[in-house]
């Protein structure tokens, strides 16, 4: 994405939130990566690294279940985090409050997408997540992961109906 940018003639960069330059950036965008952060302080570096008016994007994608097959999303939702328990996260949405200083609510939204899927591109994504990744080791493979989730995943009715959970918070900072 940070070369698309730059094809385009905008100057991106990546970098961890504690690492942004002081008063420099109109946009911070953070994908997927918010609720590993420690919200106080990614809001400091954030309101550090802004220029006046500066736009902040946080936004999260999940998978949330299968449109009309609820035995796929009871198994998503109990065995699914039974066998894989989340590690820790910290905040999972972010809205500024009062305590966070000159920082404005533009839009808070949450929605869903449909997302085509085939069995195997679906233990294909299960095998990406924190959940899943937090297991493995030299006990335990991504193979054996994608194993396990395949042997206890339910048939799917209709493979294409998968429902991508998102939600964003657009904020803007004051001068």
């Known amino acids: 994405m940070v070369a698309l940018a730059r094809s385009s003639g905008v100057d991106a960069r990546v970098g961890t939130y504690q690492s942004l330059a002081p008063r420099t950036y109109d946009l911070i965008s953070v994908c997927m990566a918010f609720h590993w952060f420690d919200r106080d302080e990614a809001v400091r570096s954030f309101l550090s690294a802004s220029t006046p008016g500066a736009v902040w994007l946080i936004y999260s994608f999940w998978l949330e279940g299968h449109e ?20 820790w996260r910290g905040t999972p949405i972010f809205r500024p409050t009062s305590q966070d200083g000159p920082v404005d609510l533009i839009a808070d939204k949450a ?15 299960l095998t990406t997540q924190s959940n899943v990744e937090n297991h493995i080791g030299p006990e335990y493979s991504y193979a054996q992961a994608s194993r396990d989730i395949d042997a206890s995943m339910p048939p ?5 109906d998968f429902q991508y959970a998102f939600r964003f918070t657009i904020c803007r900072t004051r001068p």
């Open 156 to 160: 799917v009715a209709g493979e294409g």
């Open 68 to 87: 009309t097959d609820g035995q796929f999303t009871d198994w998503l939702k109990s065995w699914f985090p039974a066998r894989f328990p989340a590690p």
């Open 111 to 125: 929605g869903a997408v449909r997302v085509a899927m085939d069995r195997d591109s679906l233990i294909g994504y």
